[in-house]
């Protein structure tokens, strides 16, 4: 059977870059109290007013990592990209890269899995590997939160910590008898926790999508996050799904080489690494650089910790983990070739 390698990576962030101080100018919040609560002191935002969308991002991204592969566009015989943020309500942002990269039938798939977008998409490429469905995979993460984020200090505790950026995948199937490729994948879900973190409207379930009675600025429009709740469950719930995917893997701690975690809170990331007692160099943390990009996060930090020279020589081992809006969460451990 294929085993699923990462052949290269590409990202791309907007060039607008904001400050914890640029924050301070627009709502009631300092660079203080975001850096001690999550470690954030800067990300990038698109610049606002500009019609950029996720799979501009995402395009940016992809054709360094096909660059990186030596690939071109015409060599992918799938397409996977992981975003909460649309550039659209549908077609999905797949289409609209496959389409940027000059294609018109190559299959492309959008994953809505929120900060474990990478993990769920890392999973079906490899599924779709495994299965011969595909041998040539491009995954993608973007997102562009900032045209959707609440700038008035109501909305204080989620806009500081977002930001937009995107990462990309190539993906080879590879005949190969070494111990390579990912080695176990463990995803979750529970969508009675939907309720605390999410965006609600425009909904489909009301009977009016865009209700007249409801104004554009009400909080319902914008993301709304529970966060001290999903801090507790992500400090509970990430060592639990590390320790079933070591199982999996039937490997131990000790053989992982570098933990890249999603980047939503540098706290969450600190508290995990006591809990499972590493030393902190085993933990990626970029997340003061670019603050959270959600389904982009993962993807970003792996490519920056492989230019790094931190991981992705042949037999290092990397476990991904996060956990984030749906409520989802998992852990996968990769093998280079
Ligand atoms: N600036 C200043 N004060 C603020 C800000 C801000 N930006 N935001 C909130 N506050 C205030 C609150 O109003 C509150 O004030 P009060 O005590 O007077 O009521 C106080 O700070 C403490 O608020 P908490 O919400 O308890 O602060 P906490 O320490 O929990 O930090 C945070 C908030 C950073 C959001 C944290 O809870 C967190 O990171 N949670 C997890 C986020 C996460 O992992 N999300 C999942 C991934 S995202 C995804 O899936 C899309």
């Known amino acids: 059977m294929k085993k699923s390698i990462i052949k290269s990576t590409g990202m791309f962030v907007p060039p607008n870059l904001i400050t914890n101080h640029d924050l301070e100018k627009i709502l009631d919040t300092s660079d203080e109290w975001i850096k001690q609560r999550t470690g954030i002191e800067q990300r990038y935002w698109i610049e606002q007013n500009m019609a950029t969308g996720s799979s501009d991002l995402g395009f940016e991204a992809s054709k360094i990592a096909l660059a990186n592969a030596g690939w071109t566009a015409q060599d992918l015989d799938f397409i996977i990209f992981a975003t909460l943020s649309p550039d659209i309500m549908f077609p999905g942002s797949g289409c609209l890269l496959q389409a940027k990269l000059g294609l018109d039938s190559t299959p492309a798939l959008d994953i809505r899995q929120q900060c474990t977008g990478f993990l769920y998409g890392l999973t079906t490429a490899d599924a779709y590997i495994k299965s011969g469905l595909a041998g040539k995979i491009l995954l993608v993460g973007a997102e562009v939160h900032s045209s959707g ?189």
């Open 149 to 337: 984020l609440d700038k008035t200090t109501r909305g204080r505790d989620v806009t500081v910590i977002f930001g937009d950026g995107a990462a990309a995948l190539c993906i080879e199937g590879v005949e190969t008898k070494k111990d390579a490729g990912l080695l176990s994948s463990v995803l979750h879900a529970d969508g009675n926790l939907a309720h605390a973190l999410m965006t609600e409207l425009p909904a489909s379930r009301l009977p009016v999508r865009f209700p007249a009675d409801i104004p554009f600025d009400d909080p319902r429009y914008f993301p709304v996050m529970d966060g001290p709740a999903i801090f507790k469950k992500a400090v509970r719930m990430l060592p639990k799904v590390i320790k079933e995917s070591l199982e999996k893997a039937q490997i131990t701690l000790d053989e992982i080489d570098l933990i890249i975690p999603h980047q939503a809170n540098m706290r969450i990331n600190q508290a995990l690494g006591q809990f499972l007692k590493l030393d902190d160099h085993k933990i990626f943390h970029n997340i003061q650089k670019y603050g959270n990009t959600t389904a982009a996060s993962i993807p970003i930090a792996l490519h920056e910790a492989m230019e790094q020279g931190r991981i992705g020589k042949s037999g290092d081992i990397v476990l991904f983990t996060g956990l984030g809006a749906g409520l989802t969460w998992g852990s996968l451990i990769y093998k280079f070739l």
